[in-house]
């Protein structure tokens, strides 16, 4: 019985770990973690109902580890944005103000037919029209066209009440235009769930919990 | 957070039954490894009072075995044992040296069970 129990927890991240080394390609809609726990439950299911000799228990259990794993691994991956990063990723720029990034195709082995593909199945037919594509942690790819009138799109700067350094950086509004966007509208960081905002200073705020006022605003 | 307790609740319960039937697995093992030793001590003695207790406990304790866990007891060496032990009955009512092979084959068998319960390296990879 332990045997099983540590089988199916190694199992288990064993086939996350795989996942995330084959890259988002490998991905449609769902999460690493999701599809890890989809595959695995529905063969064990079917193996222990294949098996009529092996008791029921033993299908029984995995199923039960799988599920109570996955639960934490949700848990974990909303508390620690380090740990969501590990498992599910984190969206990746493939083209930038038109400029395809090469070497991030080459990363997540994406070749110019899938990109082509995915501009086709979202309705972009000119390359040359496209400003931002995004490949998300799902696998799929999301294109901003040029007519926007944004530059840039915007970017979340906080995300549950902590500052991402890393888009922070890439904006060029700063960390001196965030805070005295957050003392304007007289709330904390901690209190914020969503930040997000544009190059032109457009932001939208989005306060924590249950707290369901979502604060609007432009730049001054 | 209700979920996170269900799931923790699910995971303690398995652990705990995986460990009671580790070592209750182990415990069994070994008892049903005496009552095999004391089978083929009283059977070499020649006391044939001695084994028919001893044949009467070693089957006592099988089926006690056999009958509680067969829900999670998942071997060949199960079905194995237990034709063993009934071969072994009838072969002290024989009176037949082969009694002494069969309960050190069964011994084997058992100790081999016991072994694959152990959570150890090689067992899980």
Known sequence: ?220 | MTRMIICAVIVALITALGLLYFFYTDNAANSICDRLDAVEASFSAGDGEALEKSLAGLQEEWNRFNKKYFFIVDNEHMLEIDALVARIASLAEKDDDELVHDCRVAKALVRSYQKEQIPGIFNIL
Not at chain 1, 211 to 219: A, H, L, V, Y
């Open chain 1, 1 to 220: 019985m332990l045997i099983i129990i540590i089988r199916t927890a190694i199992v288990y991240l064993l086939i996350v770990f795989s996942l995330r080394l084959m890259g988002k390609k490998q991905l449609s809609e769902l999460q690493p973690s999701e599809l890890v726990t989809t595959i695995m439950i529905s063969n064990i299911a079917t193996l222990s109902l294949e098996d009529s000799t092996s008791p029921m228990l033993m299908g029984m259990v995995p199923i039960l580890m799988i599920a109570c794993l996955d639960v934490f691994m949700s848990g974990a991956v909303m508390k620690s944005g380090r740990i969501r990063k590990i498992v599910s990723g984190s969206p990746c720029v493939v083209i930038s103000d038109g400029k395809i990034d090469q070497r991030m195709m080459k990363n997540l082995r994406y070749t110019v037919d899938d990109l082509a593909e995915s501009m086709r199945e979202q309705g972009i037919f000119d390359i040359s029209q496209v400003q931002y594509a995004i490949v998300e942690t799902t696998g799929k790819i999301n294109f901003m066209q040029k007519e926007n009138p944004a530059e840039n799109p915007p970017q979340i700067l906080i995300k549950d009440g902590e500052i991402v350094t890393d888009a922070l950086t890439k904006s060029k509004l700063g960390d001196g235009w965030l805070r005295q966007i957050l003392r304007e509208n007289h709330i904390d960081k901690d209190r914020v769930f969503i930040f997000s905002a544009d190059d032109n200073g457009n932001y939208i705020i989005v306060p924590r919990e249950y707290d369901s006022k979502t604060k609007k605003g432009g730049k001054q």
